[in-house]
């Protein structure tokens, strides 16, 4: 089995920045890959940002040059640094785990929401 907690969403004003963090525990194969989705309201969720134990980073097209995916390899630990955020960024942010690249993963955490807004 695999968890993962999530932190850090809020709102913020447009051209704001966050960071969202999350915890993942248990399963290890099932953590290789960690990542970010979002969801916003009438809208299907969708890809932000996942990183794999070796490096490897994909990103939406849409937050390419804004956002950022780290990971702390130790802890199991992964951040985005959200930076120039936008309306459009408005959503629930969840975190994602699974044992494939480019692949959406099983488990999920219970969501963060980040709001933009002036």
């Known amino acids: 089995q695999v968890q993962l907690v999530e932190s850090g969403g809020g709102l913020v004003q447009p051209g704001g920045s966050l960071r969202l963090s999350c915890a993942g525990s248990?399963?290890?194969?099932?953590?290789?890959?960690m990542g970010w989705y979002r969801q916003a309201p009438g809208k299907v969720r969708a890809l932000v940002a996942q990183?794999?134990?070796?490096?490897?980073?994909d990103y939406a097209d849409s937050v390419k040059g804004r956002f950022t995916i780290s990971r702390d390899y130790a802890k199991n630990r992964i951040y985005l640094e959200m930076n120039n955020l936008s309306l459009e960024d408005t959503a629930v942010y969840y975190c994602?785990?699974?044992?494939?690249?480019?692949?959406?993963?099983?488990?999920w955490g219970q969501g963060t929401q980040v709001t933009v807004s002036s």
């Open positions: 994602n785990a699974g044992p494939d690249f480019l692949v959406m993963g099983r488990y």
């Open positions: 248990g399963d290890i194969s099932s953590l290789y890959t």
């Open positions: 990183i794999t134990t070796g490096g490897s980073h």
